[in-house]
């Protein structure tokens, strides 16, 4: 039952376990679809009852009484994914998808013998949409209780995967007009394997956030960028101040990151770190 990733195409895997056609089973089996975008569960037609993404696990539903010793899963390159064998009496099998996984359209396989006995597509393909943003010192109510650091320098940004495939976070970045960003003038992590997100339940800095298809969180930067330090990329003066600033997250499951620009003003001081932030989208 190991995940096995062969070079051969989509019709070798086929027919590597069953020796029926696509043209025969044209009118006794139905492709499902990934459904309306945040559904994470898909009800085909023939031996299959439903697909459902649980956490970052594909689990597979046969119908009662199906006749299939195995399900085969193939990557949208015609590869294999990986091999379930299905016990007696049981109707369910699951693949581990992880958070490394190809998106696009997978295929699922039942066989019996040598013979393919239904097929079905599943896309899996995560949606990540940045639903807002804030600073710890504006929004204190969205930040996390306790001792060990002030969240007043740190921002918190809500995120929701509206796709069909579940995705990771795996570093949270700021460009641009920020007091401390990731880059020059700043904490410099952007070109490392520093995710830059704060975990307040392990008050460490964690590698990754995990978001399944349908669901939402919440995550913390770790890194203050919105501190103001001597010498830094933003400190405060005698006249207002005003800038954009860009929130970048990268994923596991995407080489372009997803981002988002905002516009930021800073209020006059005579201190250095002692003006006041105004943070609003971009327009």
Same mark, same amino acid.
């Given at each position: 039952?190991?995940?096995?990733?062969?070079?051969?195409?989509?019709?070798?895997?086929?027919?590597?376990?069953?020796?029926?056609?696509?043209?025969?089973?044209?009118? $006794?089996?139905?492709?499902?679809?990934?459904?309306?975008s945040?559904?994470?569960?898909?009800?085909?037609?023939?031996?299959?009852a439903?697909?459902?993404?649980?956490?970052?696990?594909?689990?597979v539903?046969?119908?009662?009484?199906?006749?299939?010793?195995?399900?085969?899963?193939?990557?949208?390159?015609g590869?294999?994914?990986?091999?379930?064998?299905?016990?007696?009496?049981?109707?369910?099998?699951?693949?581990?998808?992880?958070?490394?996984?190809?998106?696009?359209?997978y295929?699922?396989?039942? *066989?019996?013998?040598?013979?393919?006995?239904?097929?079905?597509?599943?896309?899996? !393909?995560?949606?990540?949409?940045?639903l807002?943003?804030g600073?710890?010192?504006?929004?204190?109510?969205?930040?996390?209780?306790?001792?060990?650091?002030?969240?007043?320098? !740190?921002?918190?940004?809500?995120?929701?995967?509206?796709?069909?495939?579940?995705?990771?976070?795996t570093?949270l970045l700021?460009?641009?007009?920020?007091?401390?960003?990731?880059?020059?003038?700043g904490?410099?992590?952007?070109?490392?394997?520093?995710?830059?997100?704060?975990?307040?339940?392990?008050?460490?800095?964690?590698?990754?956030? *995990?978001?399944?298809?349908g669901?939402?969180?919440?995550?913390?930067?770790?890194?203050?960028?919105?501190?103001?330090?001597?010498?830094?990329? *933003?400190? $405060?003066?005698?006249?207002?101040q005003?800038?954009?600033?860009?929130?970048?997250?990268?994923?596991?499951?995407?080489?372009?990151?997803?981002?988002?620009?905002?516009?930021?003003?800073?209020?006059?001081?005579?201190?250095?770190?002692?003006?006041?932030?105004?943070?609003?989208?971009?327009?």
């Amino acid at each position: 039952m190991t995940d096995t990733t062969p070079s051969i195409d989509r019709r070798s895997a086929l027919q590597a376990f069953g020796s029926l056609t696509l043209a025969a089973l044209a009118g $006794c089996t139905g492709n499902g679809d990934s459904g309306p975008s945040g559904s994470s569960t898909v009800t085909p037609a023939g031996p299959f009852a439903s697909l459902d993404v649980q956490g970052t696990t594909l689990v597979v539903e046969l119908e009662s009484g199906a006749d299939a010793e195995h399900v085969n899963l193939v990557k949208p390159n015609g590869s294999l994914f990986g091999t379930r064998d299905v016990a007696q009496g049981a109707s369910r099998v699951s693949f581990d998808l992880g958070t490394t996984y190809t998106p696009g359209e997978y295929e699922l396989v039942a *066989v019996t013998g040598d013979q393919t006995i239904g097929t079905t597509t599943r896309t899996l !393909q995560p949606d990540l949409q940045i639903l807002e943003m804030g600073i710890g010192r504006n929004q204190p109510e969205q930040m996390w209780n306790g001792p060990e650091r002030s969240p007043q320098t !740190q921002a918190f940004v809500t995120i929701e995967n509206r796709g069909s495939g579940p995705t990771a976070v795996t570093q949270l970045l700021f460009f641009g007009k920020v007091p401390y960003p990731s880059g020059e003038n700043g904490t410099q992590y952007a070109e490392t394997d520093i995710s830059g997100i704060y975990d307040p339940e392990s008050n460490t800095e964690i590698e990754q956030v *995990v978001v399944p298809p349908g669901g939402s969180k919440t995550i913390y930067s770790s890194r203050m960028p919105f501190a103001f330090i001597r010498g830094g990329n *933003v400190v $405060c003066q005698d006249q207002p101040q005003s800038g954009t600033f860009e929130l970048v997250l990268e994923t596991s499951t995407s080489n372009t990151a997803l981002s988002k620009r905002y516009d930021i003003r800073y209020s006059a001081s005579e201190e250095f770190n002692d003006c006041s932030i105004e943070v609003g989208e971009d327009s």
